[in-house]
């Protein structure tokens, strides 16, 4: 299990994080809102725990953002509002649960394995990112357009899931070149728009909607339409 926690409190990091992996789980930290929407942006979790007064992006608005384009992304506002009106708005914004501080790692812990069980049990039920109709399974690898089967190269497969991973998002070429290849972007290298032209060839050709657009000056965007 994947879990993301944003939180701006230091010491409450350190704290939330020695306790989930001495329970076995990968954590990461992200200590202001907009560092844990790039994040979320950046690779997948299983839980995403959210303080709620967080620098740049709030907690509730980071969970909309979330919520918008991650549905079944758990979501857990871990924070000291603890009125009803905050608890709604919280809930109101997409969360999956609230827990107040002060609290007990036991509980924060018992929450966590509720609501990452309920996201596994979700996702379980397919491992499909879709685009129009275009599908890529994440278990097996296939990809499939309108039925039929498209063969990929590594890289072509990898590049493909990134953008559907972030579809109608535009990622830049220094993004790809870090998420997928994982190496510094060589400003003097076309390496990305060779493997973009590749994956275009085998995804859009012959096909009546394209999938993947060039947005001039800034990278690519996976989407339907124009």
């Known amino acids: 299990m994947k879990l993301l926690l944003v939180e701006d409190e230091p010491k409450l990091a350190t704290f939330v994080s020695k306790g989930f992996r001495h329970e076995g789980y990968e954590l990461d930290v992200a200590y202001d809102g907009q560092m844990g929407l790039s994040m979320v ?3 997948p979790y299983d839980l995403v725990i959210l303080d709620v007064n967080l620098p740049h992006i709030n907690g509730f608005e980071l969970c909309r953002f979330i919520r918008a ?3 079944r ?4 506002l871990l924070t000291a509002l603890d009125s009803l009106d905050d608890k ?4 109101e914004a997409g969360a999956d649960d609230y ?8 509980e924060l812990l018992l929450r966590a394995r509720v609501l ?3 996201g596994t049990e979700a996702t379980a039920v397919k491992q499909v990112l879709r685009l129009a109709d275009l599908e890529l399974n994440l278990d097996t690898k296939a990809v499939t357009r309108a039925g039929q089967r498209i063969e990929l190269t590594t890289k072509e497969y990898g590049l493909l899931e990134y953008l559907l991973l972030n579809r109608n998002r535009v990622i830049s070429r220094v993004d790809i070149a870090e998420k997928v290849w994982d190496l510094n972007f060589d400003t003097n290298t076309n390496i990305i728009d060779v493997y973009v032209s590749h994956l275009r060839k085998k995804m859009d050709k012959g096909f009546g909607m394209k999938l993947i ?3 001039v000056g800034m990278g690519y965007v996976a989407r339907e339409g124009g």
Request: overall charge positive; glycine content about 4%; charged content about 25%.
């Open 213 to 215: 657009h060039t947005v």
């Open 69 to 71: 384009d991650y549905p």
């Open 41 to 43: 942006r950046q690779q």
């Open 99 to 106: 827990l107040v501080k002060p609290f007990e790692f036991k």
């Open 73 to 76: 992304l758990p979501v857990l």
């Open 116 to 118: 990452t069980r309920r």
């Open 88 to 91: 709604v708005t919280g809930f």
